[in-house]
């Protein structure tokens, strides 16, 4: 059974940091595209980072850029993402998804974990 779990989210204040973990089980993702999306409440899910594992590409929002930085644990099967100089409008559910492609449209991803809340306070 493929799963993918996150864990890590929270409350945290205007500037204050968070990492969130993506742990993968059920099968090989190889090659394939880990991509953290997040969804504001009445918003549409949008995509935030993204990486190919142990690839050397890695994608990110222009709304991140600078703050979030993606990274891989092959021996845990983890991906994270290191969350920094946080922001009120970065209050979401952040999801982690895993695809063979790189995509922008979250339809494009076969797996996807649960979700963890983020919350920044101002």
């Known amino acids: 059974q493929v799963q993918l779990v996150e864990s890590g989210g929270g409350l945290v204040q205007a500037g204050g940091s968070l990492r969130l973990s993506c742990a993968a089980s059920g099968r090989t993702f190889r090659n394939y595209a880990m991509t953290w999306f997040r969804q504001a409440p009445g918003k549409e899910r949008e995509f935030v980072a993204a990486f190919r594992w142990s690839g050397d590409n890695t994608y990110y929002a222009d709304s991140v850029k600078g703050r979030f930085t993606g990274s891989e644990d092959n021996a845990k099967n983890t991906v994270y993402l290191q969350m920094t100089s946080l922001k009120p409008e970065d209050t979401a559910v952040y999801y982690c998804?895993?695809?063979?492609?790189?995509?922008?449209?979250?339809?494009?991803?076969?797996?996807w974990g649960q979700g963890t809340q983020v919350t920044v306070s101002s």
């Open positions: 998804a895993a695809g063979p492609v790189f995509s922008l449209d979250p339809s494009s991803y076969p797996y």
